[in-house]
């Protein structure tokens, strides 16, 4: 009974998804405020209904419902309680109920935060995220409904959770990451609705900056999640392998930054608007983009739900439906919303835009990378199948995000409308000058070693922060205290700021992760041990150990220090009742300049195994630089400009049947 309670929980949605799409876009038009002002309890319908049937789907899998066939075949009675509840979103089913909770989730959000708003304006915003939402769970319940039955062939047990899948990184990474996946979808709603209104300017990217920071916030976490899940989890000691499905999230976020950018641009001087509209649209559909490729079966990858062409098509056409019918709204509407202010070739706009390209041509080349082997094989057969490997990403990425981090920092600078060479050149001479000397003498000392890119690096985090340092010390020159100077920069300052330097961090992290990691695949027997750097690892054997719904089988590695004990590891190879999988758990000692890795391999006769040692230093500051970014977009976020009043100084004349007009509003601080 629970699950049929799910599903008709389900078709309500639809319903009130699809009456979301027409009522409050048809009273912008009528005149109706009744009409318009739908769009809030719809949306709170709508969330209700998802929050009940994701609870019944929780609850079927809490109580090994195998009659449910997702269940079924995700799931099983030893399975721990808490990998039950993960594994509601293990799979494609379940992974799309969670992305359609969220994005009502969202919905309602905009709901309730948008009180302050013009109804026309929030009406259309909700009313485009009730066509999203519509098409996703006429998606959800017709092609892959995660309560379809089996009630004459109920299995006595389930076929178990994925093994790679039974780790607390299921329980955190996937939701982050949809959440900002589909946050994107208010952006996207607030654009659609400026080019339907033709109402672009400061007030609109005011309304629409906090939205997208917090998307772009969570997405950074669940992209740091993901890479740090699969770090310790796959047992290979990297964190970043331009996977396909991780390429599929890393673009939007890159859009992602661009359109945070070019919105503070759009809010200080009007101008760029056509093109944030674009980035807001992009942003979104390169979301959808990966949900399609994912969930199709397009592409291979560790990382996929499913591999279900006739499925994948459905979401393709909902895919080119939504993207196609927004961009030719946009050619159609762009030029009325086009900005008319003017500024100089060397002002804060064009370094930012400059900015912005190169986050674009960096999605257009990672993009071009994940879809190229699919139009070789369409092309030429699958016989003749190709690869793009991280030699082509790497060989153009890193180059386009070094000239990134030399522009970030001659923005921080710049002036808007015009900036004077005397000023760039007082401000920046004495920053370039230290970051280019540290960036070569530091590396010498440290390493002992000359390595060019190395020391550009180095150079590079030195310039981000001299400079971001030297701008805070500057703009608390002239105040009557240094301390009331900093209290009055406020917290979208700060937040841009805290952002730049985790920059630097992550740069930092990459690079000396990259060039000084030691690897080492052994063979060792009880006793025997290798020495990596400080470090020496000796081997103890292998002992038999039991699992909640595995067996193990358990090395000690002891470790020492300077020739002083110094930890010890326990990496295990376990193998799965159920599935009869076997799955490498990697231990990992990790310290905040560098990390111990240590992997089970198989075993090589005469009592000795393979065991893979990686000494990997600063990997540490990857993820923390990563959460330094999230965490300056949320700073920002909380920002007192963002909690504003409206004093609207003419009302709208709307008549029946009739395009309402632009209402001038002031945004006043509270």
Not at 285 to 309: C, E, K, Q, Y
Not at 427 to 441: H, R
Not at 605 to 626: C, N, Q, S, T, Y
């Amino acid at each position: 009974m629970i699950p049929e309670l799910g599903n008709f929980a389900l078709m309500l949605a639809l319903c009130l998804a699809l009456l979301q799409a027409v009522l409050p876009m048809a009273g912008t038009y009528t005149g109706s405020t009744v009409w318009m002002g739908l769009g809030r309890p719809l949306s709170a319908g709508i969330w209700v209904f998802m929050v009940l049937a994701f609870g019944c789907l929780a609850r079927s899998f809490l109580h090994d419902d195998f009659s449910v066939a997702y269940v079924a075949r995700n799931s099983n009675s030893e399975l721990p309680v808490y990998y039950k509840f993960a594994a509601v979103w293990g799979a494609h089913e379940g992974s799309l109920l969670l992305w359609v909770l969220i994005l009502s989730s969202w919905g309602y959000a905009v709901s309730l935060l948008s009180s302050k708003l013009p109804l026309d304006i929030v009406a259309r915003v909700l009313s485009v995220m009730g066509m999203i939402t519509a098409g996703f769970l006429a998606f959800m319940i017709f092609t892959s409904n995660p309560f379809d039955r089996m009630l004459l062939n109920t299995p006595s047990e389930g076929a178990d959770l994925n093994p790679l899948l039974q780790d607390f990184g299921l329980t955190v990474h996937p939701p982050f990451l949809y959440m900002g996946y589909v946050g994107f979808s208010v952006a996207f709603a607030f654009a659609i609705a400026a080019l339907l209104t033709g109402r672009l300017d400061a007030a609109w990217a005011r309304w629409t900056r906090p939205w997208t920071n917090a998307a772009w916030a969570f997405l950074t976490i669940g992209i740091t999640l993901g890479s740090w899940w699969s770090y310790y989890e796959l047992g290979w000691g990297g964190w970043w392998f331009w996977d396909p499905v991780e390429n599929v999230s890393f673009m939007p976020w890159l859009v992602g930054t661009a359109l945070i950018h070019s919105l503070a641009v759009t809010e200080k001087r009007g101008v760029f608007k056509s093109w944030t509209v674009l980035l807001a649209i992009s942003a979104f559909s390169l979301s959808m983009l990966g949900a399609f490729i994912v969930r199709s079966g397009v592409i291979t990858s560790v990382h996929a739900f499913a591999t279900d062409p006739q499925r994948g098509m459905v979401l393709l056409a909902l895919l080119l439906v939504i993207i196609g019918a927004s961009l030719c709204l946009y050619a159609i509407r762009a030029p009325v919303v086009k900005g008319s202010a003017g500024y100089a070739a060397n002002s804060r706009e064009v370094f930012l835009l400059i900015n912005n390209i190169l986050l674009v041509v960096s999605t257009a080349m990672i993009l071009l990378g994940t879809l190229f082997p699919l139009i070789h094989e369409a092309i030429y057969g699958e016989a003749n199948r190709v690869s793009v490997g991280p030699p082509y990403y790497n060989t153009i990425f890193i180059p386009l995000m070094a000239l990134l981090a030399f522009f970030l920092g001659v923005s921080t600078f710049s002036r808007w409308k015009k900036t004077s060479m005397e000023h760039l050149k007082s401000n920046l001479k004495l920053v370039l000058l230290a970051s280019v000397a540290l960036g070569i003498v530091v590396p010498l000392i440290v390493t002992g070693g000359f390595n060019p890119a190395i020391m550009l690096a180095v150079a590079l985090v030195l310039w981000i922060v001299f400079g971001l340092l030297k701008d805070i010390r500057d703009k608390t020159a002239n105040k009557a205290s240094r301390w009331a100077g900093l209290c009055g920069l406020g917290r979208s300052y700060y937040g841009m700021q805290l952002a730049h330097f985790g920059v630097a961090v992550l740069i930092t992290g990459i690079c000396l992760t990259s060039h000084y990691s030691v690897e080492q695949d052994v063979r060792l027997k009880p006793g025997e041990s290798i020495s990596i750097g400080d470090y020496s690892f000796e081997f103890g054997g292998v002992v038999e150990r039991k699992g909640p719904n595995y067996d193990a089988q358990s090395a000690t590695i002891n470790v020492s220090k300077n020739g002083k004990p110094y930890r010890v590891m326990n990496p295990e190879k376990r193998k799965y009742h159920a599935s009869g999988s076997v799955q490498t758990e990697a231990a990992i000692d990790t310290g905040f300049f560098r990390d111990l890795f240590t992997a089970l391999g198989d075993p090589r006769g005469e009592d000795a195994w393979v065991v893979r040692l990686h000494v990997k230093p600063f990997v540490f500051w990857i993820w923390m630089g990563a959460f330094l970014m999230a965490s300056g977009g949320v700073l920002a976020l909380l920002d007192r400009r963002y909690r504003y009043k409206p004093v609207l100084l003419a009302e709208a004349a709307v008549q029946p049947g009739s395009e309402p007009q632009p209402v001038a509003a002031k945004a006043v601080n509270t």
